[in-house]
């Protein structure tokens, strides 16, 4: 089984474990932190569960999921969660998702964080090409892609199904050529 350990300025990225559920929770959890996800915040139980679910994946050969605590690399505190997926159908491409605790809204934090995944996708992983979808009106993580180098593809309607109805989202990608010339 390959660890994750990727390392950045401000934050790094690791692969989660059981000891990170409470500090996972504090964002699952959290009706800020998942205003724009297509879920209800999360019981503990659940995050629980997503962890046990994110270390079986990380045993899987290939290995298609990567769930990954986003820590304070000054602090060592675990401030948020990234996903990464590769799509087995399509082992070049994968999609990124993140959340953060809202603590570290506000502060670069983000596209910090969309620089870190794409580094770690493109570098280590040795993949072409990497997206995200987000909600319209999350506009904080539209500014996260833009600035970290991702162009934004277009819109596709009614692509979630959320607790409040049909969703679409907004679709930001960016290429491994692309992203090395930048």
Not at 20 to 47: C, I, K, N, S
Not at 84 to 96: G, N, Q, R, V
Not at 135 to 162: D, F, I, K, Y
Request: aromatic content about 6%; proline content about 5%.
């Amino acid at each position: 089984m390959r660890r994750v350990v990727c390392h950045g300025a401000r934050l790094s990225l690791r692969d989660v474990t059981p000891a990170d559920v409470a500090a996972l929770h504090a964002v699952y959890g959290d009706p800020r932190a998942t205003q724009h996800m297509p879920f209800r915040p999360l019981t503990l139980d659940e995050v629980s569960r997503l962890v046990e679910e994110a270390v079986d994946a990380a045993a899987a050969e290939p290995r298609l999921l990567y769930v990954l605590a986003v820590v304070d690399s000054e602090r060592h505190h675990v401030v948020g969660v990234a996903r990464l997926h590769i799509e087995a159908e399509h082992p070049h491409s994968a999609e990124i998702g993140f959340g953060l605790h809202p603590d570290q809204w506000g502060r670069g934090v983000g596209t910090d964080l969309v620089r870190l995944l794409l580094s770690f996708g493109f570098k280590q992983l040795g993949l072409h090409r990497l997206w995200g979808a987000r909600s319209p009106a999350n506009l904080p993580a539209q500014l996260a892609m833009l600035t970290a180098g991702m162009v934004e593809e277009g819109r596709v309607r009614h692509h979630l199904r959320t607790p409040d109805g049909w969703r679409g989202s907004i679709v930001h990608s960016a290429l491994e050529d692309e992203w090395t010339e930048r």
